[in-house]
């Protein structure tokens, strides 16, 4: 029996997600593991007044952004031989390290992975990590991949 029988991995585009991604990958074809793909939809996307009017369809093109990465991550899988299942979670907390353990809780899963950017100091204090956050709350192990 394997140690993994599913596995959650959050993409958002980033090289750090990609490898992530990969990672998940290989894991879930070596342990014969479900992959669930999950991409957050912050809906409380900060908009700075100095680039102008939102576009009034903002989060409609997040969306169909998500949606697109989630094909073409699914894409990815079953090129591998993985059996995968995309989650896109609408949102309005201003972290997605909540949205991922909450995923991963109702999903039980039995590992979450996450690439991270790896910041340090003064950057990490600043932009906060949505990784470390997930490795603090998660109720299974966490696995993180530096892009």
Do not use: W
């Not at 109702?106 to 790896?118: A, C, S």
């Amino acid at each position: 029996m394997s140690a993994y029988r599913r596995i959650l991995v959050a993409v958002d585009g980033s090289a750090a997600a990609s490898a992530g991604l990969r990672e998940a990958l290989r894991l879930a074809k070596r342990e014969g593991a479900e992959l669930c793909i999950l991409h957050v939809v912050n809906e409380s996307v900060p908009y700075t007044p100095l680039a102008g009017a939102p576009p009034i369809n903002l989060i409609a093109l997040l969306l169909g952004s998500g949606r697109a990465l989630l094909k073409k991550a699914q894409t990815q899988a079953r090129k591998q031989g993985v059996e995968a299942t995309t989650i896109l979670v609408e949102t309005t907390q201003r972290d997605a390290a909540g949205t991922i353990v909450a995923q991963a809780r109702k999903r039980r899963v039995d590992l979450i992975v996450l690439g991270t950017h790896g910041r340090r100091g003064m950057l990490r204090l600043v932009l906060g990590s949505d990784a470390e956050q997930v490795v603090r709350t998660a109720p299974v192990p966490v696995l993180l991949v530096r892009a």
